[in-house]
């Protein structure tokens, strides 16, 4: 019962990649499929591509999600405790998903650990989750708000001679390159997150000790999960991302792109914060139009992005724990 248990949590936990990777597709690719940089399928084959290899390129944001954020729960109890904090994630995720609204499913996750740790009786980490999620979450979209401004108005400064049309086709051709900067620092976020989770279910399995490295296995399976899920390609999150906070063109597809990747690749190797690939480019995009004239960026539209994020770990939080009390009534 134990191994059906586990094997169980592993494989949700590999669906919530999935459900991660074609919600979360947009983030990388929306920019230069709305600027007609790359096509739609070409986009996404290149953003699964480099979501698999920025899997591969760190671990010290499962390490936060594995051990900062929740005392390991164990017995069957604590496998409960993820797998419902796993299906509060999943549920969220397609809710926003089919709404077509960016939320972050780094947070849905992070709400459902905490939600399902409470219902559960496993104490919460409540510095970590602070230190790590709650002060990054209102952070990261301030810092890429007023980035993504300053780097847009540093290229309309120094191309302010330029041919506009050539231009444009050169940063057309760029967009390739920071759109696959996106995508990689994508996998380096969010296939991690995935991973903390299996790498505690194996913790409480008795399959790992805490501290060990993470198997290579847990690594490729998740980074072929999200990979995969990337490719389905999530075109309801793109139409928002791509069109309807502000009409792109090539060179603000690239400041939005170039902007998300360095606060994506900074916290992950310097803080080790799992943050929302979400809140980053969608925070940057606003940063990025704003640059054109304030009125430009559809605010409405904004408002009601940010107000799904702020949502987004309590919403999680109560699904999980409905989730946790189903489980504890009908297996513990």
């Known amino acids: 019962m134990d191994t059906l248990a586990l094997i169980v949590t592993i494989l949700v936990a590999l669906f919530f990649t999935y459900t991660n990777g074609f919600h979360d597709s947009a983030n990388a690719i929306a920019t230069s499929v709305s600027t007609r940089a790359l096509t739609p399928r070409a986009a996404l084959a290149m953003a ?21 954020l929740i005392e390991t729960p164990k017995g069957s109890t604590g496998m409960g405790i993820l797998f419902a904090a796993l299906v509060g994630a999943i549920v969220w995720n397609l809710v926003t998903w089919y709404f077509g609204l960016p939320s972050s499913s780094s947070h849905a996750l992070f709400g459902g650990l905490v939600g399902a740790a409470l219902a559960g009786g496993t104490t919460v980490l409540w510095n970590g989750v602070v230190d790590k999620v709650i002060i990054p979450m ?12 300053l780097v847009m108005t540093a290229i309309m400064w120094l191309f302010r001679r330029s041919n506009p049309h050539k231009a444009k086709r050169g940063f057309r051709i760029a967009q ?4 696959a900067g996106m995508a990689l620092g ?9 991973m903390g989770v299996v790498v505690m279910a194996l913790v409480i399995s008795g399959h790992e000790t805490s501290g060990d490295p993470i198997p290579v296995w847990v690594k490729i399976v998740c980074a072929v999960m999200l990979s995969l899920g990337t490719y389905a390609g999530g075109w309801r999150i793109m139409r928002t991302l791509g069109r309807k906070i502000i009409e792109l063109d090539p060179p603000q597809g690239f400041a939005a792109e170039a902007t ?22 969608t925070s940057a995009i606003m940063g990025v139009g ?21 949502i987004t770990m309590p919403a999680a939080a109560l699904v999980a724990a ?3 009390g189903v489980v504890d009534l009908t297996f513990l």
Request: aromatic share 10%.
């Open 138 to 149: 209102f952070l990261s979209p301030l810092v890429g708000l007023l980035l993504g401004y």
């Open 260 to 281: 998300g990747a360095s606060i994506m690749f900074t916290t992950a190797y310097l803080f080790k914060a799992p943050i929302s690939t979400t809140h980053v480019i």
């Open 322 to 324: 409905a989730a946790f």
């Open 176 to 179: 390739t390159v920071s759109a």
């Open 186 to 194: 994508h996998g380096l976020q969010d296939a991690q997150k995935t």
């Open 48 to 68: 699964a591509v480099m979501n698999l290899a920025g899997a591969f390129l760190g671990s010290g944001v499962a390490k936060t999600v594995s051990e900062g």
């Open 290 to 310: 704003a640059t054109k004239r304030v009125n430009a960026v559809r605010w409405g539209v904004a408002k009601n992005i940010v107000l799904g994020w702020f």
